[in-house]
């Protein structure tokens, strides 16, 4: 290729859209590396410890979009302990100094500090997006500082994120030459923002197309800002606790009639069946709905709802919806996509909850589902069976039996089969989640046939080492794989250590894994970083110098070109 | 007549629904292996009453507790107050019922498991248990979900916005007035209430449970309950050890207390507070106990002599700072 002018392999590889593309052409040749490094403008970083900061902003100069992933995934359910890692603030540092024209930045699942917001938003004077998801350590004066230093912010998206909120006025902080705002998400803020002072910065932000807002936000507040947004996509209201006779409900019905571009809604805390009427005129034209949050809201309710709902592609929802509201959307929504099921009631077995009924009611309805999120309370294996031949399009797929390692109920058997025909039928399946009761062919079964599974999670499954290695040494595109309360040990850790650099990471706890199986991976494997994780409220339990025949709590092992972290607190232990 | 009551496996929340579940003892390092089963007292219909509690008393009467291994549940009563006393059965007193094999026994997971036991019993358990309504009996041989850390698999962010609803609220009250609890109820569902308005406060709160012996560290939710009776009667619950069957008060003596907060029992409830002082529970006033507790810790009274219980002096409450003492 060296009769082609740079630039012409620089605008072929424009075309090429995947991360994953670009790292192959990337390697194919010296003169290739370099006009594909030079011309990368999005670069993903899926862990934050495989690559110092600073590598990443020297190879890319030009970067002008970076996402950062930090901790594993089982840190969203409390698993990984508070303190454990995944700062962004070397990333910002990183960034400020080496790529300074740098205009978005999403990160997920990191700490963030206030100081690194406010080094953020000094720092790059094209800021244009930021994106936080699951994120924790920044305050409403980190917002504050964004807001007042960033301009031409485009983009504020703060997702399911821990916020300490400080009474600081962050949203009053945009200044009123700010109209550049076009997405703006703080739903997951506990404080309040001042009224008058959001009413005025989405009416002069007319390009302003996505706006989420908090619990704080009362109807009265919703029904004037909707009044100065009518071309609003997407909306996530604030609370929704209106009184069905009072005036600003009449207002909001009217403000919603206004809203014809309105696609996409969220948020309905507290929100009364009844309020929900005000909604109807614009079902028909919603293509995502997200109700999960909204307890109140019983399977009747929803249905009524849902009956108008026949352009849904997204469905997020409580199990409230039970069974029957399920066959309502099956029948309904024809063009429904992506499913999330939530559990309304995780104390108890609950009457308002869903079972294989529902999920094979919208498989026989939706033929177009290709992504799944359900928990409930018992699945069979003729369910799944069923449900693989109905929705043979899955490529994320993720049940969860309430119950850990439960029978299929009426055979009492394994779900192994169910399990089995989801893999085998659905060949495009990337992310798998397993539950209920599993042996080892269910691993025997993903090894075989889930060729393109890219995420495994297992929890309470399978019966030897055979299961974790039928996975191991079967799923080519395997990535990460998350284990947790399954009897897989160190022989299955080791018997196929090269694969783990062809991986993100691995995750194992309240596994069979012993400390000195994660010695011998370490030591075989130089480029891994092996992560023995110690729960703190073990550690005056211990013994000084645990036996390398100590069962590791929890171990997180991931391929990483920076070598062992600085920065990990005494409890973590990199081998 | 010897009473056995139905109970839910896990957390001692008012609106929880009585569950049949396979916990079991969390098997020693010496692979001790030991299973639990509950069966229902009362006649009636099954399925009735959903919101049912825990554990069920009577006066006069002796009950026995246990956790079932697919043993049908006959029948829910009224719903019952907390803190009644009872007996662990074990698998011994039911032979036929199936447990699968713990594999698990060196392990931190809970696992149920019992010697000479095998899936045919199991199978039968299953089908009578599938008579009841609940669908959460599955003959499971693991814990329910509730007991498990981390499980079920949602966010912290959704648990912490979704668990606490006004809607568990008024179950909570609705269920208050059922069982004629008193105004200390109302007092912790009114505060949640108010966290529910979207303050900075916790909306449910969660701290870690150890007993010693057991490698495995459990969660309860503080602010499901309202009482020490409670709190005590769902770790008794969580936490099975054989020995803890005779620490447990039976109703002959008329206190309907767990043994954790009696201190003649082998074992002992005790706290740390936010002064990293280790505490026996039970003295404090239950609002003041949440507010000061950070982790629950069940020792062997032999290591607990000397823990610092506080002192009243006057007006307020001292609390010397100690060390237990260590064998």
């Known amino acids: ?575 | 007549m010897q009473g056995v009551c139905g109970f839910d496996g896990g957390v001692a929340s008012p609106e929880s629904v009585s569950s049949v579940s396979k916990a079991a003892v969390a098997a020693t390092e010496g692979g001790e292996e030991e299973g639990l089963v509950v069966d229902d007292v009362h006649g009636g219909a099954v399925g009735e009453r959903e919101e049912e509690r825990e554990v069920e008393v009577s006066n006069g009467e002796e009950l026995e507790l246990g956790l079932t291994l697919g043993a049908a549940r006959k029948a829910k009563a009224a719903p019952a107050r907390r803190g009644a006393c009872c007996r662990i059965l074990t698998a011994k007193d039911f032979p036929s019922l199936a447990v699968r094999a713990s594999r698990r026994s060196h392990s931190g997971s809970l696992a149920s498991s019992s010697s000479g036991t095998n899936r045919g019993g199991g199978t039968a358990g299953t089908k009578r248990t599938a008579e009841s309504v609940s669908p959460d009996v599955g003959g499971s041989p693991h814990p329910p979900s509730q007991m498990v850390v981390g499980w079920p698999p949602i966010r912290a962010f959704r648990m912490n916005n979704l668990f606490n609803h006004p809607k568990d609220t008024t179950a909570l009250k609705k269920a208050d007035v059922d069982n004629g609890v008193d105004s200390t109820s109302k007092t912790a569902s009114g505060s949640r209430d108010q966290e529910d308005k979207g303050c900075a406060t916790r909306s449910s709160f969660f701290v870690k449970v150890k007993m010693d012996g057991d490698p495995i560290g459990r969660k309860v939710d503080l602010s499901a309950h309202h009482s020490y009776e409670t709190l005590a009667v769902a770790l008794d619950l969580m936490f099975h050890k054989p020995t803890m069957a005779f620490a447990l008060a039976t109703a002959a003596h008329g206190s309907k207390v767990s043994k954790l907060l009696d201190a003649s029992s082998e074992f002992a409830l005790t706290y740390e507070d936010k002064d990293g002082d280790w505490m026996l529970v039970g003295d404090v006033p239950w609002g003041m106990f949440l507010e000061t507790v950070k982790r629950l810790r069940i020792m062997r009274t032999s290591d607990a002599n000397g823990l610092s219980q506080p002192v009243h002096f006057g007006k307020g409450f001292y609390y010397p700072s100690t060390l237990p003492v260590d064998q």
């Open chain 1, 1 to 575: 290729m060296t009769y082609f002018p740079e630039e012409v392999v620089e605008h072929i590889f424009d075309f090429l859209s995947s991360h994953r593309d670009r790292n192959i052409v990337s390697t194919v040749c010296k003169a290739w590396y370099r006009v594909e490094r030079l011309s990368r403008r999005i670069v993903f970083v899926g862990n934050c410890y495989a690559v110092r900061p600073g590598r990443v902003m020297a190879r890319f100069p030009g970067m002008k979009c970076l996402s950062v992933k930090g901790k594993p995934h089982f840190a969203d359910f409390n698993l990984v302990p508070h303190d454990w890692g995944g700062f962004a603030l070397p990333w910002i540092e990183a960034a400020a100094r080496g790529c300074p024209g740098l205009e978005e930045l999403r990160l997920k699942r990191m700490v963030v500090s206030d100081e690194s917001l406010e080094l953020l938003a000094r720092s790059f004077p094209n800021f244009k997006a930021l994106v936080l998801v699951s994120c924790e350590g920044f305050t409403t004066d980190g917002l504050a500082a964004i807001a007042t230093h960033c301009r031409g912010l485009r983009e504020l998206d703060l997702q399911e994120n821990e916020v300490e909120d400080h009474g600081r006025q962050w949203l009053s902080c945009f200044p009123d030459s700010c109209t550049s705002l076009e997405s703006l998400n703080f739903a997951c803020l506990k404080g309040e923002v001042n009224a008058g002072a959001l009413e005025r910065l989405v009416a002069r932000c007319v390009n302003l197309r996505s706006l989420k807002l908090n619990r704080a936000i009362s109807v009265e507040s919703l029904a004037r800002i909707l009044a100065r947004t009518p071309h609003l996509v997407e909306l996530g209201t604030g609370s929704f606790t209106v009184e069905h006779r009072a005036e600003a409900y009449q207002r909001l019905i009217h403000a919603f009639r206004k809203c014809k571009s309105l696609k996409s809604l969220s948020g309905f805390w507290d929100v009364a069946p009844r309020c929900l009427q005000s909604i109807y005129s614009i079902c028909p034209n919603l293509t995502v709905l997200n109700l999960s949050y909204a307890p109140a809201i019983q399977g009747a309710d929803l249905v009524k709802l849902i009956r108008h709902c026949f352009k849904l592609q997204k469905l997020w929802v409580l199990d409230c919806i039970g069974d029957k509201g399920l066959a309502v959307v099956a029948s309904t929504c024809q063009e429904l996509q992506e499913l999330r099921v939530f559990p309304s009631d995780i104390y108890g077995t609950g009457t308002a909850a869903v079972t294989e009924e529902g999920l094979v009611a919208i498989s026989s309805g939706c033929s177009k589902l290709n992504s799944l999120l359900y928990f409930c309370h018992q699945m069979t294996n003729a369910a799944l069976i069923t449900v693989a031949k109905n929705c043979p399009h899955f490529t994320r797929f993720r049940l969860c039996i309430l119950d850990p390692g439960k029978p299929d109920p009426d055979t009492n058997q394994p779900l192994d089969e169910g399990f089995g025909a989801i893999v085998r039928s659905c060949k495009d399946l990337r992310r798998l989640s397993l539950s209920g009761l599993l042996t080892d062919k269910v691993f025997l079964y993903i090894g075989e046939y889930a060729a393109r599974l890219e995420m495994l999670s297992i929890a309470f499954a399978g019966d030897s080492d055979k299961g974790m290695v039928y996975v191991l040494n079967g799923c080519k595109n395997l990535r990460k794989l998350e284990i947790r309360d399954s009897p897989f040990g160190d022989a299955a850790l080791l018997v196929n250590v090269g694969k783990y650099e062809t991986m993100r990471s691995l995750w194992m706890s309240s596994c069979d894994v012993t400390l000195g199986g994660c010695k011998a991976l370490a030591a075989k494997m130089p480029r891994l970083n092996v992560e023995v994780i110690n729960d703190r409220d073990e550690s005056d339990e211990m013994e000084e110098n645990p036996s390398d025949m100590h069962k590791v709590e929890k171990m997180y092992v991931y391929r990483t070109l920076a070598g062992a972290r600085n920065d990990a607190p005494e409890f973590v232990e990199i081998l």
